[in-house]
């Protein structure tokens, strides 16, 4: 109790708190593209209880590796060398992540560009096949969660050494994505370009991934905004066809 009343009267200890908390959000993005995409092929019934549990999934795992600080810092200790570069845990559960996410990229954007339809058997009908395609999806997730909660843990760890600061930025950071899930889906639904704009940060973020399981620092500053900018650029031209579209509506009342 004495440790928090001295973390609340220092000055410091605030700054930490809102760069932590807002550097928790942004890393939260990509784990939150993900489970709107995901979610979004779900029946519509199904879709806000996945998303409530992923995001609920990713709280637990983000707070249960939180009491765990000490053997999360020593997933950054070299396991073994290949290449000239030494591989730790940490490298190799991103560069998992980074081959999944990878891989499910680029299968959704398969099955958006071929016009092919992609139904599952329908062994064991209709309700048999949604319950699976759920399991499916709360079983990418966890996946997912996972990969997300460590990067996002070491990052805490790194930025600092309070428990109680960063436990505020992981439950704010997950309350954020709690509130912007639904919105962002239902967004992410009603326009198809975005989705392949979002496919393509999937794409961006998995290469990423794996670059830095490889070693190479890349800056999440660049990737968020080069994902701002051409976020920018999808929306004008959502708004130029939206115009031109009430443009030709006008035009063919007026005749």
Do not use: C
């Amino acid at each position: 109790m004495q440790d928090i009343m001295m973390l609340i009267q220092d000055p410091t200890a605030w700054v930490a708190l809102v760069t932590l908390v807002v550097m928790e959000v942004v890393l939260g993005i990509d784990n939150l593209i993900f489970i709107s995409i995901l979610t979004n092929k779900l029946p519509p019934e199904h879709r806000d209880k996945a998303r409530k549990i992923g995001i609920g999934l990713a709280l637990i795992m983000r707070l249960g590796l939180l009491g765990t600080v000490a053997w999360i810092v020593q997933l950054t200790n070299p396991v073994f060398e290949a290449f000239g570069h030494p591989f730790s845990w940490k490298d190799m559960i991103l560069i998992a992540g980074g081959l999944f996410l990878l891989y499910k990229a680029t299968k959704e954007i398969h099955h958006n560009v071929d016009p092919v339809d992609h139904k599952e058997d329908m062994v064991g009908g209709a309700d048999k096949v949604v319950q699976m395609t759920f399991s499916a999806a709360i079983i990418q997730i966890l996946i997912l969660d996972l990969v997300f909660s460590i990067d996002s843990i070491i990052t805490a760890v790194g930025m600092t050494p309070h428990l109680p600061i960063m436990i505020i930025a992981v439950i704010a950071a997950v309350t954020v994505m709690l509130l912007a899930a639904n919105p962002l889906a239902n967004f992410i639904e009603k326009n198809p370009t975005i989705v392949m704009l979002a496919l393509g940060f999937l794409l961006m973020i998995g290469a990423t991934l794996i670059a830095e399981g490889f070693g190479v620092h890349v800056p999440k500053g660049y990737i968020y905004a080069a994902m701002a900018f051409s976020a920018l650029v999808e929306i004008l031209n959502m708004v130029s066809r939206n115009a031109k579209r009430k443009k030709k509506s006008g035009e063919q009342t007026l005749h």
